[in-house]
Antibody, heavy 120, light 112 residues
Framework: EVQLVESGGGLVQPGGSLRLSCAASGIIFSNSDMNWVLQAPGEGPECVSGVSWNGSRTHSADSVMGQFIISRDNSRNTLYLHMNSLRAEDTAIYYC?????????????WGQGTLVTVSS | DIVMTQSPDSLAVSLGERATINCKSSQSVLYTSNNKNYLAWYQQKPGQPPKLLIYWASTRESGVPDRFSGSGSGTDFTLTVSSLQAEDVAVYYCQQYYDTPGFGPGTKVDIK
């Protein structure tokens, strides 16, 4: 059974930082492109960052470029999102999502998400 | 960036009837070299993450009931639920992966 388990969310003050983690099991993590997708309250999903299976390629939405950094540790089957200079508008559920088995950027497995709340 | 739009915003359909959701992209998501449309559909129920239903515009994900089907090409796409069941009440999103992945705003489906 595929499991993607996010952690690291919580309440943070504006300007603060967080590191989200996603522990994967039931997949060959080192062969899988991985992504972070956020969903703000009442809104649709937004893919904020992705990383190729070996970490050689990353992409980020313009809205978080230079603010969020995606990384992975294939030896630990874990995906990370380093979030800096957080703003109220970054408040959302952050999902870890696996890219398609054919290497394309649709998302065939999702975690349950971790809630990030940016507020003073 | 490719902008995705969906219509309607919401719809209510009687049990057993057909539900049709439309999705439009601001530019074509058809890659002519392989003749594939880089378009996926998801279902999201309250309190759950989105679930992949369809990719390549019309390929059903494993385990998805065959009452769900996708069609269309280029910039105009449709998700059809041929016979709506109670468990299909959800918000449905289209997503393009031709470029940096982007989702539509969603269509809420309820029972009439």
């Amino acid at each position: 059974e595929v499991q993607l388990v996010e952690s690291g969310g919580g309440l943070v003050q504006p300007g603060g930082s967080l590191r989200l983690s996603c522990a994967a099991s039931g997949i060959i993590f080192s062969n899988s492109d991985m992504n972070w997708v956020l969903q703000a309250p009442g809104e649709g999903p937004e893919c904020v960052s992705g990383v190729s299976w070996n970490g050689s390629r990353t992409h980020s939405a313009d809205s978080v470029m230079g603010q969020f950094i995606i990384s992975r540790d294939n030896s630990r089957n874990t995906l990370y999102l380093h979030m800096n200079s957080l703003r109220a508008e970054d408040t959302a559920i952050y999902y870890c999502a696996k890219g398609g088995d054919d290497g394309q950027n649709y998302f065939n497995y999702w975690g349950q998400g971790t809630l990030v709340t940016v507020s003073s | 960036d490719i902008v995705m739009t969906q219509s309607p915003d919401s719809l209510a359909v009687s049990l057993g009837e057909r539900a049709t959701i439309n999705c439009k992209s601001s530019q074509s998501v058809l890659y002519t070299s392989n003749n594939k449309n880089y378009l996926a559909w998801y279902q999201q129920k309250p309190g759950q993450p989105p679930k992949l239903l369809i990719y390549w515009a019309s390929t059903r994900e494993s385990g998805v009931p065959d009452r769900f089907s996708g069609s269309g090409s280029g910039t105009d796409f449709t998700l059809t639920v041929s016979s709506l069941q109670a468990e299909d009440v959800a918000v449905y999103y289209c997503q393009q992966y031709y470029d940096t992945p982007g989702f539509g705003p969603g269509t809420k489906v309820d029972i009439k």
